[in-house]
Nanobody, 129 residues
Framework: QEQLVESGGGLVQAGGSLRLSCAASGRTFSSYDMGWFRQAPGKERAVVAAINNHGTRTYYPDSVKGRFTISRDNAKNTVFLQMNSLNPEDTAVYYC??????????????????????WGQGTQVTVSS
């Protein structure tokens, strides 16, 4: 069982930046693809970034492309989400998630929440206008 703990959320003004971190407790973090998702009130949980276990393939939806960057440090069992140029529409609870079914260095990470087995408890990000 992988335990994931997010940190770094908070209140920021529009145009500002935040960096989220997700620390994993298990010994097999480097074998997992990782994703960041968000869920706003009344909306479905949606991916904002994903990275394969090797760190060689990433995915971003158009809504965050060019503003958000996902990265990972396998030596520290941590995945990061750098969020720049934040706007009020980015307000949500942000979750990190781990996918056990990873592949090779050219394999793309899953984009759907159903592809991830382990989830963190979430961290609130609020962007004021």
């Amino acid at each position: 069982q992988e335990q994931l703990v997010e940190s770094g959320g908070g209140l920021v003004q529009a145009g500002g930046s935040l960096r989220l971190s997700c620390a994993a407790s298990g010994r097999t973090f480097s074998s997992y693809d990782m994703g960041w998702f968000r869920q706003a009130p009344g909306k479905e949980r949606a991916v904002v970034a994903a990275i394969n276990n090797h760190g060689t393939r990433t995915y971003y939806p158009d809504s965050v492309k060019g503003r958000f960057t996902i990265s990972r440090d396998n030596a520290k069992n941590t995945v990061f989400l750098q969020m720049n140029s934040l706007n009020p529409e980015d307000t949500a609870v942000y979750y990190c998630a781990a996918d056990r079914s990873s592949g090779g260095i050219t394999t793309h990470p899953a984009r759907s929440a159903s592809g991830y087995e382990y989830w963190g408890q979430g961290t609130q990000v609020t962007v004021s206008s």
